[in-house]
């Protein structure tokens, strides 16, 4: 089965901050990696698929990158509605395992 | 609009069974692959199964397997999620999913609550 091990499992970070969530898959996945973005209470969202591409509607502050095993989602120009819990997905095969979670706070 | 709407959860004795629904509208159901997420109370997503779109090719996590089955109705665009032998473990809101590539998932219903507990 492929691993996902997603880090850190918490940040906090100030407005306007860039911050980084990395992901990291084992055995290679290739580019079949999604990133969500789930906010308390709130239904996951699709951010980025094929690890770089990003969703319609999706604003351009979010930025993924990476291939094989190594991916990382990008926020730049942290904004307060940025707050939420993101994961990594691994669709390559099943099974289609997500990663940990990243919480992401505001200081 | 897309919409995917889940019904069928409850709350359910350890080594019962159910049967999870989700209607789908808004776009072509029959063209795209369908899967079902859950997620725990407090914890995080864990993917469960999909289907691809004939239905001819299903998908499940190790927990899972031999327990659960997937299917789908392409004629009334329904998703369906027969789980048996549940246990306090399955436990979780239970989202349907529709898939965009592959198997990333660009739209989720709100989800429906299984609980499993004598």
């Known amino acids: 089965d492929i691993q996902m091990t997603q880090s850190p499992s918490s940040l906090s970070a100030f407005v306007g901050d860039r911050v980084t969530i990395t992901c990291r898959a084992s055995p290679d996945i290739s580019n079949e990696l999604a990133w969500y973005q789930q906010k308390p209470g709130k239904v996951p969202k699709l951010l980025i698929y094929s690890a770089s591409t990003l969703q319609s509607g999706v604003p351009s502050r979010f930025s993924g990158s990476g291939s094989g095993t190594y991916f990382t989602l990008a926020i730049s120009n942290l904004q307060p509605e940025d707050v939420a819990t993101y994961y990594c997905q691994n669709y390559n095969g099943a099974p289609l395992t997500f990663g940990g979670g990243t919480k992401v706070e505001i200081k | 609009e897309v919409q995917l709407v889940e019904s069928g959860g409850d709350l359910i004795e350890p080594g019962g069974s159910l049967k999870l629904s989700c209607t789908a509208s808004?776009?072509?159901?029959?063209?795209?692959?369908m899967g079902w997420v859950r997620q725990a109370p407090g914890k995080g997503l864990e993917w469960v199964s999909d289907i691809n779109e004939s239905g001819g090719k299903t998908y499940y996590v190790d927990s899972v397997k031999g327990r659960f089955a997937i299917s789908r109705d392409n004629s009334n665009n329904k998703l369906y999620l027969q789980m048996n032998n549940l246990r306090a473990e399955d436990s979780a809101i239970y989202y349907c999913?529709?898939?965009?590539?592959?198997?990333?998932?660009?739209?989720w219903g709100q989800g429906t609550l299984v609980t499993v507990s004598s």
């Open positions: 999913a529709k898939a965009k590539s592959k198997s990333s998932y660009d739209y």
């Open positions: 808004g776009f072509t159901f029959s063209g795209f692959t």
